[in-house]
């Protein structure tokens, strides 16, 4: 049995050291990349136009990452540079030419009108900082604001667009600048702690309850309450380095590290695991992959150690691919790496946020061991559920990249499948026990369930949960007693500032959504169609982005508009301006949206 010291000892460190570098880092001063990389441009004595950037000591800047390109093709431009400084141990890039002190580089005679300019520089033993793009007017060496990342937004600071502008609140430190300003880097620390324990019963985190569970159910009687805990704490402290884990991908290269993994490979692979993580509990493993990959796959070893390292892998994955909720503490953290490049700080602030979210998984890793059978025929039956748990997992992930008629089959054979385990086709004899009885009845249930998914599916329904809603309204798909709303779809910045300027002296909502969103399901579900938001959003434009897919266009508006990911909700008033205090980030009631469109339309 592994001990519980080493691993107390553990969290501990983790709860106490990272604040600690975080505290440290706020020591060290660590400036903003603009005032780090202080660029300038000039013309020389043949009409060269010159780039130059002022570096401050301790830091430096990579040859390789300079870059030019026209903005309005798009083309790549050829940048003159002189031979660097070769950095052997440069941990970031590995052997890399960079440059102290001062960086010059040349475009010829022929410079278009307007160029993008990149570039990337570190501390020196230290952070490293995202890309920072900045335009340059050719003709009247006007300089743009820099703008950091390519995909976490990082606004200029007037937070102006051509047709919109945004809450101040929008485009500051946000939520950690004034817990920092408040109490300190601890205190940023400490309240994040705490937003995880008040975000960990939100759709986001709910499917890891399940997923838990059935891993733990895995080790059969061997489990215990301290078996439990470590296992639970296992997986829980991987998923609070996944979340960590975000705020350094956002440093370092500017992207929502959950957004980028939505893609169907990914999504795909994951769902698949689920599988075949099915096909263990129900004993078949041994017919798909040889036993010892598999077993390393699942953490099912000879030793009571060798799950620890599949609960760990579990909560990783759990962290980045099954649950990508934006939260507004998660939007804030990652904000605040972009606008400062503060990635300790940041990504110690989303770690503890990964722990106040796992605190009641621990507890229920722990606690919940007591309830499962130790031994003989029950723990059989214990795995089938489990391995039906992951089944439904599975789907639940396919429905991200699945048509919905096709996923709505699925759950439908995943219900008669699961009715005919429990024993909806045997036939009870005139004694048969209370408990025969109603598992004849469960399993009935569920076969109805079954048959009623499947017509839903058959018809057209999309959702798994209402499947003969439609049928209420006329086959028109929505509910009766539910008015549909209509959204404008745009997917980049002009077409949302067109849609501003064509309001027509009316309010408008910008709602940022995608089909692998949890969160945005349950929005569109329970709230948008209630009666109080559909008359209060009846004078409003309604606008929908969708990043299902992310591409170029829609990370540029999420970049003009200082969005994160989905589901967000934005409200512009009259006068094309963000509502102060209007803007609603992960989960959404009827009570914070109706106070937010009572700001909007005043």
């Given at each position: ?218 080790e059969g009687e061997a489990l215990t309450a301290r078996r439990g805990f470590v296992l639970s704490s296992s997986y829980v402290l991987a998923m609070a380095a996944a979340f960590g884990l975000l705020g350094v991908v956002a440093a370092w290269s500017g992207q929502n590290l959950q957004m980028v993994l939505q893609s169907p490979y990914a999504v795909g692979a994951v769902a698949l695991l689920f599988v075949v993580l099915a096909t263990s509990m129900f004993g078949l493993f041994e017919l798909e992959l040889p036993t010892a990959w598999v077993s390393r796959l699942t953490g099912v070893q000879a030793g009571k150690r060798g799950s620890i390292g599949g609960a760990a892998g579990m909560g990783f994955l759990s962290a980045l691919i099954v649950g990508p909720c934006v939260t507004a503490p998660l939007a804030a953290a990652l904000l605040y790496i972009a606008q400062t490049g503060d990635a300790v ?258």
């Amino acid at each position: 049995m592994m001990p519980l010291k080493p691993l107390l000892r553990l969290f501990a460190i983790l709860l106490f050291a990272v604040p600690s570098l975080s505290i440290q880092a706020q020591q060290d001063d660590i400036l903003r990349a603009e005032d780090a990389f202080s660029f300038s441009v000039a013309r020389d004595a043949d009409d060269q136009l010159v780039l130059h950037w002022e570096i401050e000591d301790g830091y430096y800047l990579y040859r390789d990452h300079l870059g030019a390109r026209d903005s309005t093709s798009g083309n790549a431009i050829v940048l003159e540079t002189e031979p660097g400084v070769v950095e052997t141990d440069d941990s970031n890039f590995g052997p890399s030419e960079v440059y102290y002190h001062q960086a010059v580089a040349r475009l010829g005679d022929t410079a278009p009108a307007e160029i993008a300019v990149t570039y990337q520089g570190c501390k020196k033993d230290s952070i490293c900082y995202p890309p920072l793009t900045l335009t340059v007017d050719t003709h009247s060496l006007q300089v743009s604001e820099p703008v950091m990342g390519f995909g976490i937004p990082t606004p200029a600071p007037s937070g102006t667009g051509s047709g919109f502008s945004l809450a101040e609140e929008s485009l500051g430190g946000g939520m950690i600048g004034a817990l920092l300003e408040s109490g300190g880097a601890m205190w940023v620390i400490a309240s994040f702690l705490v937003f995880g324990l008040l975000l960990a019963f939100t759709p986001c985190v709910l499917p890891m309850y399940p997923i838990l569970s059935a891993t733990l159910a895995r080790e059969g009687e061997a489990l215990t309450a301290r078996r439990g805990f470590v296992l639970s704490s296992s997986y829980v402290l991987a998923m609070a380095a996944a979340f960590g884990l975000l705020g350094v991908v956002a440093a370092w290269s500017g992207q929502n590290l959950q957004m980028v993994l939505q893609s169907p490979y990914a999504v795909g692979a994951v769902a698949l695991l689920f599988v075949v993580l099915a096909t263990s509990m129900f004993g078949l493993f041994e017919l798909e992959l040889p036993t010892a990959w598999v077993s390393r796959l699942t953490g099912v070893q000879a030793g009571k150690r060798g799950s620890i390292g599949g609960a760990a892998g579990m909560g990783f994955l759990s962290a980045l691919i099954v649950g990508p909720c934006v939260t507004a503490p998660l939007a804030a953290a990652l904000l605040y790496i972009a606008q400062t490049g503060d990635a300790v700080l940041g990504a110690a602030a989303l770690f503890a946020l990964g722990l106040g979210q796992g605190i009641p998984l621990i507890a229920f890793g722990t606690m919940g061991s007591k309830a499962l059978p130790r031994a003989g025929a029950w723990m059989v039956q214990v795995k089938y559920v489990f391995g039906f748990v992951f089944l439904a997992a599975a789907i639940w992930m396919a429905e991200r990249i699945l048509p919905a008629q096709v996923t709505m089959t699925l759950w439908a054979i995943l219900l008669l499948t699961a009715a005919v385990f429990i024993g909806v086709a045997d036939r009870l004899t005139v004694d048969a026990p209370a408990g025969a009885r109603f598992r004849k009845a469960a399993g009935l249930v569920l076969s109805l369930g079954g048959v009623i998914v499947a017509i839903g599916a058959a018809s057209g329904a999309t959702d798994p949960l209402r499947p003969l809603a439609h049928f209420g309204a006329g086959g028109g798909g929505q509910p009766a007693g539910q008015a549909e709303m209509a959204f404008l779809n745009a997917h980049s910045t002009p077409e949302v500032e067109q849609a501003l300027a064509t309001a027509n002296d009316r309010p408008t909502l910008v709602y940022f959504t995608a089909d692998w969103c949890v969160t945005c399901k349950s929005i569109e579900r329970d709230v948008l169609p209630a009666a109080d938001i559909v008359a209060g959003l009846s004078e409003f434009q309604r606008v929908e982005i969708d990043l299902t897919t992310l591409n170029d266009a829609n990370q540029g508006l999420m970049n003009d508009l200082a969005v994160i990911g989905p589901p967000t909700m934005i409200f512009f008033d009259r006068t094309a301006a963000e509502a102060s205090g209007s803007r609603l980030v992960g989960d959404v009631t009827t009570q914070t949206l109706q106070a937010s469109i009572a700001l909007a339309d005043r």
